[in-house]
């Protein structure tokens, strides 16, 4: 270790104590990737810090040693967000798990970064509210997470991205500067700048949140949950076109391949879906009663239309969430099916979705892939899930390839590489596809405005510095990355 | 700009462009410029520092893209509100945001915020951008599609920046249906207390209104709004909360006049009495969504710039003389550093005023 490195890791270790600081290799190992398990690398230690002060302390030290950082919460990070791409310390917020205010009239709150999504919906429970971006790994991510990676969920169809429910946040920049973005009247001061919903989504490298204000939604006066099973994927795409359609605006709409239903059906996560459906269609209806009653009815009509095999109708609690069991468990589910899953994040205009899948389905059998869809139909937000044995390595570049052709296949239709999970590690090469080199060093002028000396999660978002030259390459990168077996540079 | 009403700060030229390389040439010269739309909101916004030239994006005016089924449009900055909502009518879509003039200014001005308790902001219905650095660079941010996490948001600090970082060249917008059913309600002359008593109801409930106003004087108040849905549940929601249904809302603009000038403040609700007790007897207010609005001599909007950050909020002045227009409460040093540090990467030769 070099003496510079002693030094700072005496320090911290003085400042957190053994328990709080970790830098034995063992207890290092659980941080050496995200839920993106391709990319891996152990951070240098690990630091745990409990309040903003302490966080304003570890950074400031790391920043006289001129040591890199990354803030990290749970590590359900898709996209290699948490994962360090160079020696550098880990700020974990899994001691930050205050719920610090609530004010149940103004529906607002302000949390700790570490507060896990769901114990915040927990916490305002009694005063009927809840917190409405939930990501389906809601019983474990933190609100950090959520602001950093501006995470969606099945039901940001009708009520929007993290980002629109997140006020402010008190944010420890790089240098250990603390700033006050936004406040609980609102994201913008009066003749300011929205700089938190530009730090919203910044993937850990603006900075690490300390206090995040959120608004809370009330919750409804009553929903309904609807599961069509259809013959075919066309025609359950084709139903939740019919429902946007009509004008109807639902809270969820998540269609499952039979792929899917089989690696559900035959887990823990089991939720009776018909077995021999191509693909069924999750509806959520929510709002006051006489709207919802209504509005499912015509959901029933409009699926029937499509020659639904069979539609469930759920309105107990209980009921509902028997039919979301097998939806909120298909990841897990789908661990049954090899030892690592690719999550891919690709979204397409909705009445692109059925092409696409098409097209998708062609990839996976070009690649040799075990391919499985589950998607958030309304927003158009594909999440082909790859299962695979990472220990191959032949496989695992199959892997990979195919995920960059389906994510060409996404934009080409007029659509994004990421919907929810961001860019992270994984990624980098990927944002060639969407962005120019224009469209990057603009992006790069911004984040040194956070981040001047790149040192808070380095190697995330946007490639390293030496940009243009990179930036100019990156066709080529693709292309080699498209075909493996074709010659580097 | 307004017909009739000259601008109060010094211009020495116009320039209207009609499409991207035209806009380049018009900013090239790098003599200070005030980028503005059809020019209705200058007078609500600070006075430049130094005489401008101004670059009017009123002539890139095109729908370029209306993709009913997907729930999104493309435009040029210059299309007005209204010809936008004739088209979006067509389809039984909307554009679910409050403003008037292009669509640029409405989002670069970002005046009013959230129409009610619980609504969206303007911002999240703003998926993308294309855009120019007054250096030329042309770039884009976010995407056409509902979803969208890839890069950093610029369009989002774009929303409410006044031109201040650079030229937005398209829109790409969120659409929604229309909606179902719409009941305008205004309930007027109430005492302070219990319009402010009807206002708490109807925000703590799981449906509030979509547009939710205040308006009037202390003791005179009108609680007026919009409720949208289904059929059903409107009509059972107004009887419920005793509302009185109406054919339009009154309109009482509250503006500037001599000794007057309008305050616009952001404030938690609970905050709206102690901002009252601030304001004369017989002064005209609005609060809609977490915006209070007033127009009060100068000393009483110093104080109110002033109060605001122990309410947990901030003020500006939206209207009245140049010099004192754009004066905002005082916020975190740290943050005011930042945007400053953003406008200058971005417009590192200042030219954008
Ligand atoms: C089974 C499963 C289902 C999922 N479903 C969804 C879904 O439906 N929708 C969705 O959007 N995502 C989903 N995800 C992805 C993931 O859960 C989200 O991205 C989540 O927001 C990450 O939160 P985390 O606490 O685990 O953050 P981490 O993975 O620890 O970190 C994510 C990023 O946030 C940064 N970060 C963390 N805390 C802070 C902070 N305080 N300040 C600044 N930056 C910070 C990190 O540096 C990193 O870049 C899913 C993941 C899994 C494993």
């Given at each position: 270790?070099?003496?510079?490195?002693?030094?700072?890791?005496?320090?911290?270790?003085?400042?957190?104590?053994?328990?709080?600081?970790?830098?034995?290799?063992?207890?290092?190992?659980?941080?050496?990737?995200?839920?993106?398990?391709?990319?891996?690398?152990?951070?240098?230690?690990?630091?745990?810090?409990?309040?903003?002060?302490?966080?304003?302390?570890?950074?400031?030290?790391?920043?006289?040693?001129?040591?890199?950082?990354?803030?990290?919460?749970?590590?359900?990070?898709?996209?290699?967000?948490?994962?360090?791409?160079?020696?550098?310390?880990?700020?974990?917020?899994?001691?930050?798990?205050?719920?610090?205010?609530?004010?149940?009239?103004?529906?607002?709150?302000?949390?700790?970064?570490?507060?896990?999504?769901?114990?915040?919906?927990?916490?305002?429970?009694?005063?009927?509210?809840?917190?409405?971006?939930?990501?389906?790994?809601?019983?474990?991510?933190?609100?950090?997470?959520?602001?950093?990676?501006?995470?969606?969920?099945?039901?940001?169809?009708?009520?929007?991205?993290?980002?629109?429910?997140?006020?402010?946040?008190?944010?420890?920049?790089?240098?250990?500067?603390?700033?006050?973005?936004?406040?609980?009247?609102?994201?913008?001061?009066?003749?300011?700048?929205?700089?938190?919903?530009?730090?919203?989504?910044?993937?850990?490298?603006?900075?690490?949140?300390?206090?995040?204000?959120?608004?809370?939604?009330?919750?409804?006066?009553?929903?309904?949950?609807?599961?069509?099973?259809?013959?075919?994927m066309r025609d359950a795409c084709?139903?939740?076109?019919?429902?946007?359609?009509?004008?109807?605006?639902?809270?969820?709409?998540?269609?499952?391949?039979?792929?899917?239903?089989?690696?559900?059906?035959?887990?823990?996560?089991?939720?009776?879906?018909?077995?021999?459906?191509?693909?069924?269609?999750?509806?959520?209806?929510?709002?006051?009663?006489?709207?919802?009653?209504?509005?499912?009815?015509?959901?029933?009509?409009?699926?029937?239309?499509?020659?639904?095999?069979?539609?469930?109708?759920?309105?107990?609690?209980?009921?509902?969430?028997?039919?979301?069991?097998?939806?909120?468990?298909?990841?897990?589910?789908?661990?049954?099916?090899?030892?690592?899953?690719?999550?891919?994040?690709?979204?397409?205009?909705?009445?692109?979705?059925?092409?696409?899948?098409?097209?998708?389905?062609?990839?996976?059998?070009?690649?040799?892939?075990?391919?499985?869809?589950?998607?958030?139909?309304?927003?158009?937000?594909?999440?082909?899930?790859?299962?695979?044995?990472?220990?191959?390595?032949?496989?695992?570049?199959?892997?990979?390839?195919?995920?960059?052709?389906?994510?060409?296949?996404?934009?080409?239709?007029?659509?994004?590489?990421?919907?929810?999970?961001?860019?992270?590690?994984?990624?980098?090469?990927?944002?060639?596809?969407?962005?120019?080199?224009?469209?990057?060093?603009?992006?790069?002028?911004?984040?040194?405005?956070?981040?001047?000396?790149?040192?808070?999660?380095?190697?995330?978002?946007?490639?390293?510095?030496?940009?243009?030259?990179?930036?100019?390459?990156?066709?080529?990168?693709?292309?080699?990355?498209?075909?493996?077996?074709?010659?580097?540079? | 700009?307004?017909?009739?009403?000259?601008?109060?700060?010094?211009?020495?030229?116009?320039?209207?462009?009609?499409?991207?390389?035209?806009?380049?040439?018009?900013?090239?010269?790098?003599?200070?410029?005030?980028?503005?739309?059809?020019?209705?909101?200058?007078?609500?916004?600070?006075?430049?520092?130094?005489?401008?030239?101004?670059?009017?994006?009123?002539?890139?005016?095109?729908?370029?893209?209306?993709?009913?089924?997907?729930?999104?449009?493309?435009?040029?900055?210059?299309?007005?509100?209204?010809?936008?909502?004739?088209?979006?009518?067509?389809?039984?879509?909307?554009?679910?945001?409050?403003?008037?003039?292009?669509?640029?200014?409405?989002?670069?001005?970002?005046?009013?915020?959230?129409?009610?308790?619980?609504?969206?902001?303007?911002?999240?219905?703003?998926?993308?951008?294309?855009?120019?650095?007054?250096?030329?660079?042309?770039?884009?941010?976010?995407?056409?599609?509902?979803?969208?996490?890839?890069?950093?948001?610029?369009?989002?600090v774009f929303v409410g920046s006044?031109?201040?970082?650079?030229?937005?060249?398209?829109?790409?917008?969120?659409?929604?249906?229309?909606?179902?059913?719409?009941?305008?309600?205004?309930?007027?002359?109430?005492?302070?207390?219990a319009a402010l008593d009807l206002?708490?109801?109807?925000?703590?409930?799981?449906?509030?209104?979509?547009?939710?106003?205040?308006?009037?004087?202390?003791?005179?108040?009108?609680?007026?709004?919009?409720?949208?849905?289904?059929?059903?549940?409107?009509?059972?929601?107004?009887?419920?909360?005793?509302?009185?249904?109406?054919?339009?809302?009154?309109?009482?603009?509250?503006?500037?006049?001599?000794?007057?000038?309008?305050?616009?403040?952001?404030?938690?609700?609970?905050?709206?009495?102690?901002?009252?007790?601030?304001?004369?007897?017989?002064?005209?207010?609005?609060?809609?969504?977490?915006?209070?609005?007033?127009?009060?001599?100068?000393?009483?909007?110093?104080?109110?710039?002033?109060?605001?950050?122990?309410?947990?909020?901030?003020?500006?002045?939206?209207?009245?003389?140049?010099?004192?227009?754009?004066?905002?409460?005082?916020?975190?040093?740290?943050?005011?550093?930042?945007?400053?540090?953003?406008?200058?990467?971005?417009?590192?030769?200042?030219?954008?005023?």
């Amino acid at each position: 270790m070099l003496p510079s490195m002693e030094a700072l890791f005496g320090e911290l270790t003085r400042r957190f104590g053994p328990k709080r600081c970790l830098t034995q290799p063992e207890s290092l190992l659980a941080y050496e990737c995200d839920g993106f398990t391709i990319h891996r690398q152990r951070p240098l230690a690990v630091v745990l810090p409990e309040d903003t002060e302490e966080v304003v302390a570890a950074v400031r030290l790391l920043h006289a040693h001129r040591v890199a950082f990354l803030p990290r919460g749970a590590g359900t990070g898709l996209s290699g967000g948490a994962t360090p791409t160079e020696p550098l310390v880990i700020l974990d917020t899994a001691r930050m798990k205050r719920v610090l205010r609530v004010d149940p009239e103004e529906r607002i709150a302000t949390v700790q970064p570490g507060v896990v999504n769901l114990d915040l919906t927990r916490h305002v429970r009694a005063h009927g509210l809840h917190y409405a971006p939930d990501p389906s790994s809601q019983s474990v991510c933190t609100i950090g997470g959520n602001l950093a990676e501006n995470s969606g969920g099945p039901h940001c169809f009708k009520y929007g991205m993290t980002t629109d429910h997140v006020l402010g946040a008190k944010v420890v920049l790089p240098d250990g500067t603390l700033v006050e973005l936004g406040g609980p009247a609102g994201a913008r001061p009066c003749g300011g700048l929205d700089l938190t919903g530009l730090f919203c989504g910044s993937e850990g490298t603006f900075g690490i949140a300390t206090e995040i204000t959120v608004r809370l939604s009330p919750d409804p006066e009553s929903t309904v949950t609807l599961l069509a099973s259809f013959r075919s994927m066309r025609d359950a795409c084709g139903a939740c076109s019919d429902i946007v359609a009509a004008g109807l605006v639902p809270a969820a709409l998540e269609i499952l391949d039979k792929a899917t239903i089989g690696a559900i059906e035959a887990s823990v996560y089991r939720a009776g879906y018909p077995a021999d459906a191509a693909a069924v269609l999750l509806v959520e209806l929510d709002g006051p009663a006489a709207a919802t009653e209504a509005d499912a009815e015509e959901v029933l009509m409009l699926c029937r239309s499509r020659d639904a095999i069979a539609i469930e109708t759920a309105h107990s609690p209980e009921d509902r969430l028997r039919l979301w069991k097998g939806r909120k468990g298909a990841f897990g589910a789908m661990g049954r099916l090899s030892t690592d899953l690719y999550v891919l994040d690709g979204v397409v205009p909705r009445t692109r979705l059925i092409d696409t899948l098409e097209t998708i389905t062609a990839i996976g059998a070009k690649y040799r892939v075990t391919l499985t869809n589950v998607f958030h139909a309304g927003d158009g937000n594909l999440h082909p899930n790859i299962a695979y044995d990472g220990r191959d390595a032949e496989e695992t570049q199959r892997v990979v390839a195919a995920g960059m052709e389906i994510l060409r296949t996404c934009v080409a239709a007029g659509g994004s590489i990421t919907g929810e999970h961001g860019i992270g590690s994984e990624k980098l090469d990927h944002v060639a596809l969407m962005f120019t080199a224009e469209d990057l060093e603009v992006m790069e002028r911004v984040r040194s405005v956070f981040n001047p000396d790149g040192r808070c999660n380095p190697g995330k978002v946007l490639p390293t510095r030496n940009s243009c030259a990179e930036v100019g390459r990156w066709p080529e990168m693709v292309a080699r990355v498209l075909d493996p077996g074709g010659p580097s540079p | 700009m307004i017909p009739g009403t000259p601008l109060d700060y010094p211009v020495v030229g116009m320039t209207t462009v009609s499409d991207a390389a035209q806009l380049r040439d018009a900013l090239a010269a790098g003599d200070p410029v005030r980028l503005v739309g059809g020019g209705s909101k200058q007078l609500q916004l600070p006075a430049p520092d130094q005489p401008v030239r101004l670059v009017s994006l009123a002539g890139m005016d095109r729908i370029l893209r209306l993709e009913a089924d997907d729930l999104t449009c493309s435009v040029q900055p210059g299309v007005q509100r209204r010809e936008l909502d004739a088209e979006l009518a067509d389809r039984r879509l909307c554009l679910p945001c409050r403003g008037t003039g292009t669509i640029g200014g409405i989002f670069a001005a970002d005046a009013e915020g959230p129409s009610g308790a619980g609504q969206p902001s303007p911002r999240s219905l703003l998926l993308g951008v294309s855009a120019m650095l007054t250096e030329g660079l042309a770039f884009k941010s976010g995407a056409r599609v509902v979803k969208n996490v890839a890069g950093f948001d610029l369009q989002k600090v774009f929303v409410g920046s006044r031109g201040r970082l650079f030229a937005v060249t398209e829109l790409h917008l969120k659409l929604r249906p229309i909606p179902r059913a719409e009941l305008h309600f205004a309930n007027r002359d109430l005492t302070t207390v219990a319009a402010l008593d009807l206002a708490r109801r109807l925000r703590a409930t799981s449906t509030p209104p979509a547009w939710l106003e205040l308006l009037g004087i202390r003791d005179r108040v009108t609680v007026q709004g919009t409720l949208r849905g289904h059929p059903r549940h409107l009509d059972e929601f107004a009887g419920r909360h005793g509302l009185k249904p109406c054919e339009a809302l009154p309109v009482l603009p509250i503006v500037a006049g001599e000794h007057r000038e309008v305050v616009r403040a952001r404030s938690p609700f609970a905050a709206v009495p102690r901002l009252l007790e601030r304001v004369p007897e017989g002064t005209l207010f609005s609060v809609t969504g977490s915006t209070f609005t007033v127009a009060v001599p100068p000393p009483i909007a110093d104080a109110l710039l002033a109060l605001l950050p122990e309410l947990q909020g901030s003020a500006e002045i939206v209207a009245g003389a140049a010099p004192r227009r754009g004066a905002c409460s005082a916020r975190d040093p740290h943050a005011a550093q930042l945007e400053h540090a953003l406008r200058h990467a971005l417009d590192p030769r200042g030219v954008l005023r």
